[in-house]
């Protein structure tokens, strides 16, 4: 719609330029020629007039003068006449003439002077007068002058008049205009190009459909039918080829996991079953904006790892509808198809109250469970009413979950995180032949930092409902063992990592989240954000992270403070850009977190800032992935530094991004991706001068040592991507593996 106002606002522009030039062109042809006509005729006038009164003005017969000039005036858009002595006086004037008019003499003199005729046009108080002057001689001596007044308003009036008929017929031009451009865009060009669309989209997708069929129908787009046509055709075979080699391949473990070999497991394997995901956080939601409503995509390592899983396997995704305009993008069911410019499956929203989201999300969640699982020295708080609402709100994702798969026989469920932990036992109660999986994005904290949760046993028992307890680590796997064991009543197999509990057997495992290496590799773009910033320093560092303090922020600018200190030649040289978009608002801790991690930004920036330089720019903002993969490029190193972390796909997706193979990743060793990515710089970050050091390290790591480093990582990434870490986890949870 934007566009079409566009364009229609451009053509009535260019129209009303070129009217408005004719019609000036047309306004002065028309001034000049009433002008011309007013000139010749007043002209005429006095010369046939002159010859009448020069003798009453010659012998002084000044009545018979006066009525002579009454008799001459009573002629149409003749004002009036006067008659002048050669001293500029006024020696007779008709009876009607303005008074105004005669006070001035100026053109009779002008005449006079002259001894030729002279006109001009003056400003009366009846409207524009033209006044023409000729002189009276008597012995060839100037002895007066005739001066005829004529109307001259009329001439305004008619081009006053040409203005208007023009602007009216301007008016109706640009109308008619506009409606020709809509009709044309839309019956002539858009029309057709939503079909070419639709066919393209068929194409892409694999959808049947007749397509040349579609875009003969359109004239305008015949050339372009048998180009698609054939595109279609290539795509059709490719996408065979692809889905027979990925069958091929599906026990060879030693080659990539993609999208369309996971496609193919679960056809050859699951044979089509529905996959039910349960994340608290939606993938996507919709917000309302100046320019309508938009989408933006969810952050955090769940919707970063599942979303690629989920566009491959389709089915349905249930989360928390957060969006301010998700209600109005949603059906009445709550449902709308995603990713919402090339949809794949479908996510279900669930709305919550305030106060459901205040006690389970703020509260129990991230105010009890998150700090009770990351051993970073803030005090879980453990209120009743969170737990309540905790309760309650697993219930309410159950209910949403069971309607959905009321109808789908032996349904597969994959629930995510510390949000659910109740849900596993919720589903399997009502629907035993669910099979289950649960994966905990967290770390687990040992039996004695678990103990200390007032409602340990529900919760561990609400998890051992899954089929699958997943999680990033075996350490983490033994720590949960280790406390099912010393908290409830159990068989625990410590040989085959099994809890029995309740006739219900529960298999814990560990499963390395990974990300979509395949969807990465290809990211070549160049990122605009560092000048637009205004970073001009030979070198740049990045960290991505929520404003979250388990993920060690403060450490990191405290590590390149003393990185300045103890290096003050790179001051003015380096600059580090901190995208730390806020999280959890909602939570005292950390609105006092986010408040703090500004001001120390600040302290150090104005410790060491000069001549247009400062070493931290810190934004507080939402990025997209492709606004982020492109900065992961242009970056001379990335620093992770979590102070407790189950996996961390930031470093991931730092060495994904590198297709160039350069850079250096400096990664916490409290991480789980610590495992996984073993030629990073290790560090310690809780010491800044392990940090420092390490920064040092990567800036001036040769490239040979920068390419063997990160070709290492990314052939680890490859082999495991998040395809593979699907594959498995879905194996574990049908009893295929």
């Not at 001459?72 to 020696?91: C, Q, S, T």
């Not at 029309?191 to 397509?211: D, K, L, S």
């Not at 409290?670 to 990515?677: I, M, N, Q, V």
């Not at 010491?687 to 790591?701: F, G, K, R, V, Y």
Request: aromatic share 10%.
């Amino acid at each position: 719609m934007k566009q079409l106002f566009t364009i229609i606002a451009g053509v009535v522009i260019i129209v009303s330029l070129v009217v408005s030039g004719f019609t000036y062109r047309q306004i002065q042809q028309q001034q000049a020629s009433l002008t011309d006509d007013l000139q010749r005729r007043t002209s005429l006038l006095g010369d046939s007039f002159k010859e009448s009164v020069r003798p009453y003005y010659l012998t002084e017969a000044t009545s018979t003068l006066q009525s002579l000039l009454d008799k001459f005036a009573g002629r149409e858009r003749l004002l009036g006449l006067a008659v002048y002595d050669n001293k500029g006086n006024v020696f007779a004037t008709s009876a009607d003439l303005p008074q105004d008019l005669t006070l001035s003499a100026d053109i009779p003199e002008k005449a006079m002077d002259k001894d030729s005729t002279e006109g001009d046009f003056v400003a009366a108080g009846s409207g524009k007068v033209y006044v023409f002057a000729a002189p009276l001689h008597q012995d060839e001596r100037v002895v007066g002058a005739l001066t005829v007044y004529q109307k001259a308003d009329y001439i305004d009036a008619a081009i006053s008049q040409t203005w208007k008929s023009n602007m009216f017929r301007l008016f109706v031009q640009a109308l008619l205009f506009s409606l020709a451009i809509v009709l044309i865009l839309r019956w002539i060009i858009y029309q057709p190009i939503m079909y070419m669309a639709e066919a393209i989209r068929q194409t892409r997708t694999g959808m049947p459909g007749n397509i040349t069929a579609m875009l003969n129908s359109h004239s305008f787009f015949k050339p372009i039918a048998a180009e698609v046509t054939k595109m279609s055709k290539s795509l059709t075979l490719a996408r065979t080829m692809a889905s027979e080699e990925a069958r091929m391949r599906l026990e060879k473990l030693d080659t990539p996991w993609t999208s369309e070999r996971l496609k193919e497991f679960i056809k050859a394997y699951l044979k089509d079953r529905k996959i039910f995901t349960v994340s608290f956080r939606e993938p996507y939601s919709h917000r309302k904006g100046k320019n309508g409503i938009t989408y933006e995509m969810g952050v955090g390592g769940p919707v970063t790892a599942l979303d690629p899983v989920m566009s491959a396997c389709g089915g349905v995704w249930i989360g928390f509808g957060s969006g301010d305009a998700d209600k109005q993008t949603a059906g009445p069911d709550g449902k709308v198809p995603v990713p919402p410019d090339d949809p794949k499956y479908t996510l279900k929203r669930v709305w919550l109250t305030e106060k459901e989201v205040k006690g389970h999300y703020y509260g129990f969640s991230n105010e009890a469970l998150w700090p009770l699982c990351h051993l970073v020295h803030t005090r879980p708080i453990f209120r009743k009413e969170d737990w309540l609402e905790y309760r309650k709100v697993n219930g309410k994702f159950a209910q949403a979950l069971l309607s959905e798969i009321k109808n789908v026989q032996r349904p597969i469920v994959l629930i995510q995180d510390y949000h659910f932990a109740l849900l596993p036992e919720m589903v399997k109660n009502s629907r035993p032949d669910a099979e289950v999986g649960l994966f905990w994005h967290t770390p687990w904290p040992s039996a004695e930092v678990f103990s200390i949760c007032p409602w340990r046993k529900e919760i561990l028992k609400g998890m051992l409902g899954a089929d699958i307890v997943g999680f990033h680590t075996q350490q983490y796997c033994n720590n949960f063992l280790e406390t099912v064991g010393k908290e409830i009543e159990s068989l625990v197999d410590l040989e085959r990592f099994s809890v029995t509990h309740g006739g219900h057997t529960a298999y814990i495992k560990p499963f390395p989240i990974s990300v979509d290496f395949t969807g990465t590799k290809d990211q070549i773009f160049k990122s605009q954000m560092p000048q637009d910033l205004g970073i001009r320093s030979k070198y740049l560092g990045i960290g991505i992270d929520r404003l979250d303090y388990t993920k060690g922020i403060l450490e990191r600018l405290k590590g390149l403070e003393f990185f300045f200190e103890m290096y003050p030649a790179y001051q003015g040289q380096l600059t580090f850009l901190q995208i730390a978009p806020p999280t959890r608002q909602g939570v005292e801790k950390y609105r006092e977190f986010a408040a703090e991690v500004t001001r120390e930004a600040e302290r150090i920036n104005q410790k060491f800032a000069g001549n247009g330089w400062q070493p931290i720019v810190l934004l507080k903002e939402h990025y997209s992935h492709e606004e982020i993969y492109p900065l992961y490029r242009a970056a001379d190193f990335c620093l992770v530094t979590p102070l407790h972390d189950g996996m961390n796909l930031v470093a991931k997706e730092f060495a994904a991004a590198r297709n160039d193979e350069a850079g250096v990743l400096i990664l916490s060793q409290f991480t789980g991706a610590s495992r996984d990515l073993k030629e990073a710089l290790i560090i310690n970050p809780y010491s800044a001068e392990q940090t420092a050091e390490a920064i040092h390290t990567a800036l001036t790591m040769p490239a040979a040592e920068q390419r063997r480093r990160m070709k290492k990582m990314r052939e680890a990434l490859k082999n495991y991507n998040v395809y593979r870490w699907a594959m498995e986890f879905l194996k574990s949870i049908t009893s295929l593996g």
